[in-house]
C-alpha cells in the first residue's frame, strides 16, 4: 500500500494504474462498516483506494468537526491489511481555495430529513464528494466503482444524483448497513456513548425491527407504523421518523421493494441516524 498526502502524489499514483478501480471516501476512524465497504471493493476490482478526509465542508457550525474521531495510525494499519493500494490522506488547504465554487443539494431530496436537520451539511457533502470522484477518473480507469453504506441513506440518493446530473463516469455502489452483535448500526460516532447510552441508542434499531415485524404481519400503513416506533422511541430525543419511498417522497403506504424508513435521534449529546430497506 503507498499512502499519499498530496494531489501531485495521488495523481501520479493513479496514472500507473491499469484495471478497474474501488474507491471508498472516508472521513477515518475506521470499523467494520468501513471494511466491509473495502472487502467489497477489493473483490469486485483490480486496485482499491481509499481516502481519509475530515471534510470541513459538510460539519455545521457547533458540530463535531474538531471533535471528530481521530485515529490514523489504526487506520493505516487496517487500510494495509486489507489489502488498499492507495490511501489518499490530504488536508483542507489542498482540497480548497478561499472562495470556492459550491454545489447546492436539490431543492426537493436534499432540504429534507437529514437536510432540514443539518442545513448545508449535504452541500457540502456533495462538494467533496464530487472533488474525489474526479480526482480518482483523473486518468480515466476502464472503471471506477465507489462504494457508499446505505446507513446514509439520504447522502446515497444524492450521490447517485449529482453522479446522473452532472454525467460522472462512476458507478456507485449502495452497500448494506453493518451492525454491532446487539443491532446497533456501526457509526464513528458510537464511541461518544456511554455504556448507558449504548442500551437507549439500541431502541432506534429496535424500533426499525419492530417496523419490519409489523410489515411481515401485513401492516402497511405508514401513520401506524410510524405511530408504533414514537411509542417504542418515547424516551430518546427523537428528531425524525419517516417512511418515504426510495425516490425520498413521503408515502401512507408501504411499498415493498420501494421503502426505506429512516430514523434519527439524540442519545444524550451523541446525533444517530438509522433505516431499514424495505
Ligand atoms: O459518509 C461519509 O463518511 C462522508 O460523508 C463522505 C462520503 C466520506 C464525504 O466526506
Not at 473483490?43 to 458540530?63: H, M
Request: with cysteine; aromatic share 8%; net charge positive.
Amino acid at each position: 500500500m503507498i499512502i499519499v498526502n498530496s494531489i501531485t502524489e495521488l495523481l501520479n499514483a493513479t496514472k500507473k494504474i491499469k484495471g478497474s478501480v474501488g474507491f471508498v471516501p472516508t472521513m477515518g476512524a475506521l470499523h467494520q462498516g468501513h471494511l466491509s465497504l473495502i472487502q467489497q471493493a477489493r473483490k469486485e476490482n483490480d486496485y482499491v483506494v481509499v481516502s481519509i478526509f475530515v471534510n470541513p465542508t459538510q460539519f455545521l457550525e457547533g458540530e463535531d468537526l474538531n471533535a471528530y474521531p481521530k485515529k490514523e495510525e489504526a487506520d493505516k494499519k487496517i487500510c494495509a491489511w486489507v489489502g488498499v493500494n492507495i490511501l489518499f490522506m490530504p488536508t483542507s488547504e489542498m482540497m480548497y481555495e478561499p472562495d470556492e465554487l459550491g454545489i447546492i443539494a436539490p431543492a426537493k431530496r436534499g432540504f429534507i430529513l437529514e437536510g432540514s436537520k443539518r442545513p448545508k451539511h449535504f452541500d457540502g457533502m456533495l462538494q467533496v464528494v464530487m472533488k474525489l470522484l474526479n480526482l480518482i477518473s483523473y486518468h480515466k480507469p476502464s472503471t471506477v466503482r465507489a462504494y457508499f453504506g446505505k446507513k446514509d441513506a439520504q447522502q446515497l440518493a444524492l450521490i447517485e444524483q449529482m453522479v446522473r446530473n452532472y454525467f460522472l463516469a462512476v458507478e456507485i455502489i449502495p452497500c448494506e448497513i453493518i451492525r454491532d452483535r446487539d443491532g446497533l448500526a456501526l457509526s464513528s460516532r458510537n464511541i461518544y456513548l456511554s455504556p448507558q447510552e449504548r442500551i437507549q441508542a439500541l431502541k432506534l434499531s429496535r424500533s426499525l425491527k419492530r417496523a419490519t415485524r409489523l410489515v411481515m404481519k401485513k401492516e402497511f400503513n405508514v401513520a401506524t407504523i410510524t405511530q408504533t416506533m414514537h411509542h417504542l422511541l418515547s424516551e430518546i430525543e427523537v428528531e425524525y421518523i419517516a417512511i418515504v419511498n426510495r425516490q425520498f417522497q413521503p408515502i401512507s403506504e408501504i411499498e415493498i421493494g420501494n421503502t426505506i424508513i429512516l430514523v434519527a435521534g439524540k442519545v444524550g449529546k451523541t446525533r444517530l441516524i438509522d433505516n431499514l430497506w424495505i
